[in-house]
C-alpha cells in the first residue's frame, strides 16, 4: 500500500470532525474578534482546518496565514484548496504561488501559503494574529521551550487543537501482554524525538500554559475514535488505520526490547482486522482555548 502523507491529512479528516471538543470550539466562537481578523495556523498541512471553519460556518472574513514546513504538503494546498471551495459553491482566484482567495456572497477568505519550519517563520517577526491554530502539533515540539515562541504569534487568542494525552488502544485484543508493550514503547518513542515531543503533552499543557502566561479559557477531550460500521469504515478511514500502523511500524521497526518477527505478525494480524472491518482504534487527546499573554 502507497503511503501519502497529504492523503493521510485527507483521510483524517472524518476523524478530526468527531474528536474536536465542541465545548472548546464554541468558546473560541463565543470569543472571536468581530470580523474581519487574522488567523495563523502552523503545521497547517494541506487546509484541511481552514476547509472545516468555513463549512461549518465560523470564519466568513479573514485573512488565513497556513505555515507548513513540508513542501509536500503546500504543494497539495494549492491545489486543493480551489477543488473544496469550488465543491462548497465559493469562487477561488490565485495571486502567484502562495496567495489565494475563496469567497462568495457572505464569505470572503485571503490566504497565504507559507512554506517555512515554523520557528524560521517566527524569526521572520510577522504581524501578530488575531487567533492562532495549531492542531495535531504541538506533540511534536518540546513544549517548554516552544510555547513562549508559538504564542507570541498571537495577541488575542490560540486554539490548540488534538494534542496527544498518553493512551493508545487498539481492539480487539491480540495478546494482552504485546498489546500492552507495543502502545507502551510506542509512547516512548514520542518522548525520545530527536526534535522534541511528549506523549502525554495534553495534561502537560496546562503547566506549560500557565508557566508561559496564557489564561485557559476552555479545555476537554478530543480523543480519536474509529471504529466500523457494518463492517464498513466511512468515508477513507481505513487508510487512516493503515497509515497509524504504518507510522507506529516505523517508530518501533528495530526496537531492542521488540522481536522484529513479533512485530511484523502483530502488525499483519492489525492490518487483516483493518480489511474485515474489525480493528477499533483509541487515541486520547486534549483541546485548549486560551487567552495570550499580550492579550491582556
Known sequence: MEHSFPKYLLSKQSVDDRALNKDVLNALKANLPGEPFRIIEVGAGIGTMLKRLICWDVIRSVEYVMVDGMRENVAFARAWIPQFAGEAGMRAERSGDDRLRVYDEKRDIQIQLVEADVFDFIDTKPDPADVLIAHAFLDLLPLRESLPKLLALTKRLAWLTINFD????????????????????YHQTMDSRVTGGDSKSGRHLFGYLQNA????????????????LNRRYPNDEAYFLNFILTFLEGSLAEHPELNANVLKHWLSERREQVERGELVYIAHQMDFLVRALSAG
Do not use: M, Q
Not at 498518553?166 to 514503547?185: H, N, Q, S
Not at 478530543?222 to 466500523?228: G, R
Open 166 to 185: 498518553g493512551v493508545t488502544a487498539f481492539k480487539p485484543t491480540i495478546d494482552a501482554a504485546l498489546d500492552e508493550t507495543i502502545e507502551r514503547l
Open 213 to 228: 502566561g496564557a489564561e485557559i479559557l476552555a479545555a476537554g477531550a478530543s480523543d480519536w475514535v474509529v471504529h466500523p
